[in-house]
Nanobody, 125 residues
Framework: QVQLMETGGGLVQPGGSLRLSCVASGSGFTWNNYNIGWFRQAPGKRREGVSFISISDGSTFYADSVKGRFTISRDNAKNTVYLQMNSLKPEDTAVYSC????????????????WGPGTQVTVSS
């Protein structure tokens, strides 16, 4: 069983930055086998896939809405994936959750085996 936990959310002014962390743990969990993705959902809106990373080869994917502003990275020694968010906009306000799956295509389609409880990001002046 895999457990995911997000931290790093909060209130930030437009133009500001936040770094989210997603820590994975669990018995029988092989970190290098997984793909990790960040999703977000704002009230009344559909869940959106924001960014994805392959733990094994480091390949990354970004939604057009965040490309150039967000950066996903991993620290294999800590079983942690980060989402650095710069130039934040009010429309980035949402609950951000991380998810994990063995298959990247499934993860990017929003079909995943494990997910965390989420962390609130609010961008407001």
């Amino acid at each position: 069983q895999v457990q995911l936990m997000e931290t790093g959310g909060g209130l930030v002014q437009p133009g500001g930055s936040l770094r989210l962390s997603c820590v994975a743990s669990g018995s029988g969990f092989t970190w290098n086998n997984y793909n990790i993705g960040w999703f977000r959902q704002a009230p009344g809106k559909r869940r959106e896939g924001v960014s994805f990373i392959s733990i094994s080869d480091g390949s990354t994917f970004y939604a057009d809405s965040v490309k150039g502003r967000f950066t996903i990275s991993r620290d294999n020694a800590k079983n942690t994936v980060y989402l650095q968010m710069n130039s934040l906009k009010p429309e980035d306000t949402a609950v951000y959750s991380c998810a994990a799956d063995l298959i990247m295509d499934l993860l990017r389609r929003g079909e995943y085996d494990y997910w965390g409880p989420g962390t609130q990001v609010t961008v407001s002046s």
